[in-house]
């Protein structure tokens, strides 16, 4: 919808993020602040930790986005932030923020689902992939394989009965004494290692099923790095690390082409922050195009949580007028198939009294 100048804001885990997209739906900015060093010592992210950062980040990443627009307030027609799903704490903060800026003048305010968001970054990346297409959704939270007819137009085809993908690299990237965050370190750590070395289990690997299993693999890590001294697993860590990506890329890769075939689409992607893995993108672009697909990796930036893909999403979705929207809250388990503010979104959750 052309409203004039979206401003989006994402706040849903841990970074900090602001876009402002343009009444056309060109990308003008996309600033994302990461808390990594914030969380790093915990090993992990501290949820409450995560809300005391975004409010002191969110109103100067919205100034960097702005100025990265050579825009300033006046000039925003809409606002869009994601209600959910994520950390509450953490989405309220960039839900009040953005009920304030768009308070303050009145202006409309687009709600969005976060996982429409990763969804978005495919046509945010590639506005000539062709529809409808196979999207993974990798992230930390999430291991999602959907299919696109159009932007909005989703269907759940296959998602973990376990760990999310991410949450598999990052407890793997734990277990071998990683840094933080983990997913990034392992991945890099794989780069110089063998994958046959060791001979990690693939879940679910039966034809048929489009779900996702991780917990697998992960308890075999914990067994395999139990039975080596320290000397060893200090030795063996690339090959280990290589291993262990190796199987968690299978699964992600075999099921995502096999929903591809049963689907009949003539396209695929990734998303969502384990998009970013090195492996899973080789093996996608090589295998994709062996079978004839066209393929969308997007950028590892828009891999990883930003408001860029927020506003993509934000750009065709409901409108809600001031002061409709002042009556949001944000909802920790969103699940895909709700489009918050659309008629009948089915999330009462969304809507308490003002
Ligand atoms: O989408 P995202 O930024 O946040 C969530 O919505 O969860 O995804 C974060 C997840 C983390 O689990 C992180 O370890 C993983 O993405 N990740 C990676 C890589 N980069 C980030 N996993 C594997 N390889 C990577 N290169
Ligand atoms: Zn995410």
């Known amino acids: 919808m052309s409203l004039g100048p979206l401003l989006a804001i994402e706040t849903s885990c841990d970074d900090t993020s602001v876009a402002v997209m343009d009444a056309d739906g060109r990308l003008l900015s996309s600033a994302v602040h990461s808390q990594d060093s914030i969380h790093e010592k915990y090993g992990g992210v501290v949820p409450e930790v995560a809300s005391r950062a975004h409010v002191e980040r969110a109103t100067v990443v919205v100034r960097e986005a702005l100025e990265g627009a050579r825009l300033s307030l006046d000039d925003v027609a809409r606002v869009a932030v994601t209600v959910g799903p994520g950390l509450v704490g953490a989405l309220l903060i960039g839900l009040h923020t953005a009920k304030a800026f768009a308070w303050a003048r009145r202006l409309p305010l687009t709600p969005v689902n976060h996982l429409h968001g990763h969804l978005a970054a495919v046509w945010l990346a590639d506005s000539a992939a062709p529809f409808p297409m196979v999207t993974l959704v990798a992230s930390g939270g999430h291991t999602l394989l959907v299919r696109v007819d159009a932007p909005g137009v989703f269907t759940l085809l296959g998602e973990t009965l376990d760990d999310a993908a991410g949450e598999a690299f990052d407890k793997g990237a734990r277990l071998l004494g990683l840094g933080y965050p983990g997913g990034r370190e392992l991945d890099q750590l794989a780069e110089r290692g063998d994958p046959a070395a060791f001979d990690f289990?693939?879940?679910?690997?039966?034809?048929?099923?489009?779900?996702?299993?991780?917990?697998?693999?992960?308890?075999?890590?914990?067994?395999?790095?139990?039975?080596?001294?320290?000397?060893?697993?200090?030795?063996?860590?690339?090959?280990?690390?290589?291993?262990?990506?190796?199987?968690?890329?299978?699964?992600?890769?075999?099921?995502?082409?096999?929903?591809?075939?049963?689907?009949?689409?003539?396209?695929?992607?990734?998303?969502?922050?384990?998009?970013?893995?090195?492996?899973?993108?080789?093996?996608?672009?090589?295998?994709?195009?062996?079978?004839?697909?066209?393929?969308?990796?997007?950028?590892?930036?828009?891999?990883?949580?930003?408001?860029?893909?927020?506003?993509?999403?934000?750009?065709?979705?409901?409108?809600?007028?001031?002061?409709?929207?002042?009556?949001?809250?944000?909802?920790?388990?969103?699940?895909?198939?709700?489009?918050?503010g659309a008629a009948g979104d089915g999330a009462a959750n969304l809507r308490d009294p003002v």
Not at 236 to 252: G, M, N
């Open 201 to 340: 289990p693939v879940g679910l690997r039966r034809p048929g099923s489009l779900d996702f299993s991780f917990s697998g693999v992960k308890t075999a890590l914990f067994y395999l790095l139990r039975e080596m001294g320290s000397e060893e697993r200090a030795a063996r860590a690339a090959d280990v690390a290589a291993a262990y990506r190796a199987s968690i890329v299978e699964a992600l890769v075999t099921k995502l082409l096999a929903a591809a075939e049963e689907q009949k689409v003539p396209a695929v992607a990734i998303a969502g922050g384990v998009a970013a893995n090195s492996l899973l993108r080789r093996q996608i672009v090589a295998k994709g195009a062996a079978r004839g697909l066209y393929v969308v990796t997007p950028a590892p930036p828009l891999c990883t949580d930003n408001a860029a893909m927020i506003a993509a999403a934000a750009w065709g979705g409901p409108v809600l007028p001031y002061p409709e929207y002042l009556a949001l809250e944000a909802s920790a388990s969103l699940a895909l198939a709700v489009t918050p």
